[in-house]
């Protein structure tokens, strides 16, 4: 896996392209507009600089790409997901959402995820291979944001590629320092309505702190609490790095 020691966005900095109005931003926050406002998004890199599983071929004529984005939380999983997607024309399964959907019809799931706890293996294998199933497995390309979280989810998403049935050309493994993956927890902001996300610091919302454009109130996320949130970093080093080893072991790029 690519692995950033110092920013989670550091990964990316080899694909930089030259864009008008587009700054990198030195503070681990990512790409950035020149001037103010929340951060911008760039085009699909272009020249020698493009990574080696990129085609400049239009979506619909290049071979289908599946990656698998692992990171502590707060590392930036979910924005350079949905660049990923934008960029590349791939269709995504989010981890966090999906176990968000379910926790509102599980109070008891509901109270685990507060607490900063895994979800269970099988449930969330449920819903991914059902995600897989139903939208990834016949699309163009697909972006797997946060699974395997353990070194279970792991075996079994190896077992899976072994028969077949889960494409995976690459792992990109994010990083950053904890203070700023918690800082980013901290400033995390949810829309009730729509489900947009923003971030106090380092993406806030045009229409203020407490509400979305859309005219939604924004909450932090439900796992997003003091105790959950060292809860999760804790749970990151000790379950899902060795689940990434895994990966690695096997030969995933």
Known sequence: PLRSGDGSWRVFRRFRPATPGIAWSPDSRGWRSAGSGPPVLPPCPAGPTRPHWYSAESPSSRPAMHLALLGPPGSGKGTLATWLS??????GFEAGAA??????????LATALAAGHMAPTSLIMELFVAAVQTS????RGGVYDGIPRNSDQALQCLALHAAGRLPLDVVLVLDAPPDVLLARMHGRRLCVACGATW???TAPSPAGA??????????PR???????????????????EPGIALLAAAGIP
């Open 210 to 219: 407490d509400r979305c454009p859309c005219g939604g109130a924004l909450a």
């Open 136 to 139: 990834l497995g016949g699309s």
């Open 86 to 91: 934008a960029a590349y024309a791939l269709t």
């Open 222 to 240: 439900l796992e997003d609490t003091p105790d959950a949130m060292q809860q999760r970093l804790a749970l990151y080093v000790s379950k899902t």
């Open 199 to 201: 971030n106090l610091r």
């Open 99 to 108: 176990l968000r959907v379910a926790a509102h019809r599980d109070p008891a």
